[in-house]
């Protein structure tokens, strides 16, 4: 049998992968051409999610008590009657001090947006850490809840809250558990996607739609103490993969029984839809 040449293999390899390039590259433009769209990215997640999340902060006499976090559910209403709603825990709405002042702060690029805001729902701590603020004025974009079934377990997951009370902060994970009742309604959820302090009431969304799963109320953590010189030292690692939220089922029962079901069904009502 006849040896090819080097060069006459190395040019014949060649012609092989521009064959092969080529196949792929017509291969994908048929996709194109039969309309299949791009799959999502994490990035195409937190690009829809960010704008309906926001930071709370409460503050008594110029002083800051309590930093957290919360989700836009809705917004109603035209011109000043505008009124937006955030989701967000009972613990953080539990005023310590009876002239407590509640502020909503939406970060934009332009700078940080402030409006004040009042507690119109509140849920009891440990069993139904929720609460709802009303926010006149409101100028955000409401989270669309996932349906109550539509929920499973390893599902790629983004938490965003402002740990704390600085600027917004992104993490991710996956769904790693989820707790069901008799009925198997989800009334129990945990990521493993890490938040720290200041991040109670943000959002955990999924990837694949960026809709809104459930509302964090907080996470499990280990002390951790060590001796230096003749002094000891501890303090909290949070758990990884406990980090623990009320899910959308348990979001709708709450807003049901305040009153506000409707929150979680219409996220924008117009002025005209009121009437």
Request: overall charge neutral; hydrophobic content about 45%; proline content about 6%.
């Amino acid at each position: 049998m006849k040896r090819l040449s080097p060069v006459l293999l190395a040019i014949l390899l060649g012609a092989a992968v521009v064959a092969l390039a080529g196949a792929s590259g017509e291969r994908q433009e048929a996709k194109a051409a039969e309309g299949k769209p791009e799959p999502r990215t994490r990035s195409d997640a937190i690009r829809e999610a960010l704008p309906a999340n926001v930071r709370i902060s409460v503050t008594a006499r110029g002083k800051v008590l309590r930093t957290a976090s919360g989700v836009v559910l809705a917004v109603r209403g035209e011109g000043e009657a505008r009124k937006g709603y955030v989701i967000t825990n009972a613990h953080v709405a539990a005023a310590p001090a009876g002239d407590a002042v509640f502020e909503v702060l939406v970060d934009g690029r332009k700078g940080i947006a402030r409006y004040p805001a009042k507690v119109i729902a509140q849920g009891s701590v440990p069993d139904l850490d929720l609460a709802v603020l009303e926010v006149p004025g409101l100028d955000a974009t409401p989270a669309t809840l996932v349906a109550d079934d539509d929920l499973e377990l390893g599902e790629d997951v983004i938490a965003i809250g402002a740990p704390y009370g600085k600027g917004l902060s992104v993490s991710s994970g996956i769904v790693s558990q989820l707790e069901r009742d008799e009925n198997g309604a989800v009334q129990g959820f945990k990521t493993d996607a890490p938040i720290g302090y200041g991040a109670s009431g943000g959002g955990i969304f999924r990837v694949s739609d960026g809709k809104l799963l459930a509302v964090v109320e907080g996470y499990r953590t280990v002390k951790v103490s060590f001796p230096v010189a003749e002094k000891s030292y501890s303090f909290d690692v949070p758990m990884p993969g406990e980090t623990f939220a009320s899910p959308t089922a348990k979001i709708r029962g709450f807003l049901d029984a305040k009153g506000l079901g409707w929150v979680a069904s219409s996220p924008t009502v117009t002025a005209e839809l009121e009437k």
